[in-house]
């Protein structure tokens, strides 16, 4: 993996006149996992919509490589930061399978070409999460720990190097929640994932 700088830089975010976060610096530790551990609503999850791209600063910046994030192409920011939110919405009808490829998207073409390479992300993907049987499978027929682990496969998928997980062991049983942090660990140390 390479390596990549992640800050945030008196950073201001927050929803319609109301500041969530309120002139924030921070930088998230390159090849280390990192925990944000707050009470409920003390902006965890705005925190790591920011960092993602996902919510304009209203001051301050975030920055990717010294580049502000929003400055960057979403394809390109979407290469080198992943994101998982809190409670993700799947399409009608899409089965694991087609939501886990959706995280390949940043890394095809304009035409959207599929390569050997997509489907050999998937698969290890799925294969790491315990969701490969699952494959044929709507979303909607799937229990919520179920579901929860067909979406970290689509963010495993995205394969980037600094993957934002927003309260990932949700939903899951307590064997589910130790696996997933053990691949998380695995990840991390094996690939240097962030």
Same mark, same amino acid.
């Given at each position: 993996m390479t390596s990549h700088d992640l800050r945030a830089e008196d950073l201001t975010l927050g929803y319609a006149d109301v500041d969530i976060v309120s002139h924030l610096d921070v930088q998230v530790p390159d090849g280390r996992i990192t925990v944000i551990?707050?009470?409920?609503?003390?902006?965890? %999850?705005?925190?790591l919509r920011g960092l993602a791209r996902l919510l304009k600063p209203r001051s301050g910046a975030v920055l990717l490589d010294g580049k502000? #994030? /929003?400055?960057?192409? %979403?394809?390109? #920011?979407?290469? #080198?930061?992943?994101?998982?939110?809190?409670?993700? #919405?799947?399409?009608?009808?899409?089965?694991?399978?087609?939501? *886990?490829? $959706?995280? !390949?998207?940043?890394? /095809?073409?304009?035409?959207?070409?599929? %390569?050997?390479?997509?489907?050999?992300?998937?698969?290890?993907?799925?294969?790491?999460t315990g969701t490969a049987d699952l494959a044929e499978r709507p979303i909607s027929a799937l229990s919520g720990? /179920? $579901? /929860? !682990?067909?979406? *970290?496969?689509?963010a495993l998928a995205q394969d980037t190097d600094l993957v934002l997980l927003d309260e990932p062991t949700t939903y899951l049983d307590i064997t589910h929640q130790v696996e997933l942090l053990d691949l998380l660990t695995d990840l991390n140390r094996a690939h240097g994932k962030t």
């Open positions: 551990v707050g009470a409920n609503a003390c902006g965890k %999850s705005t925190l502000a #994030v /929003q400055d960057l192409r %979403s394809v390109d #920011v979407a290469k #080198v930061v992943g994101l998982l939110p809190q409670t993700p #919405v799947a399409p009608d009808g899409i089965t694991v399978a087609d939501l *886990v490829g $959706r995280g !390949r998207y940043p890394h /095809q073409g304009f035409f959207r070409r599929w %390569s050997p390479e997509d489907d050999a992300a998937v698969e290890a993907a799925m294969e790491a720990g /179920q $579901r /929860q !682990r067909v979406w *970290v496969a689509m």
